[in-house]
């Protein structure tokens, strides 16, 4: 069970996990494996691999936005994958 998650439901497919700066990091509950978020900001937008830790695509962010991206997915790894699965029915 989640403790103290902070996410905010944008609609009633869409999850908000985090927002820094203009880039907001999201997980759609009406959508495909792998387990995966969606970025969006900054003038970019991109795909992010929870299983792989790796971007599935991305385009029109710079190598220092695609970083701290990471580093901010990485610190709520747990969190983004529990709220996945369970937008998802997956144990």
């Known amino acids: 069970m989640r403790g103290e998650l902070q996410c905010y439901i944008l609609d009633i497919y869409m999850v908000l ?27 970019g937008k991109a795909r992010f691999n929870l299983i792989t830790m790796e971007f599935m695509e991305s385009e029109g962010f710079t190598k220092k936005d695609l970083m701290e991206i990471t580093q901010v ?3 709520r790894y747990e969190e983004i994958l529990e709220i996945w699965s369970e937008l998802h029915n997956e144990e």
């Open 17 to 43: 996990i985090d927002q820094f700066r203009s880039i907001k990091i999201k997980v759609n509950a009406r959508d495909h494996n792998p387990p995966h978020c969606h970025v969006e900001g900054n003038g």
């Open 73 to 75: 997915i990485a610190r």
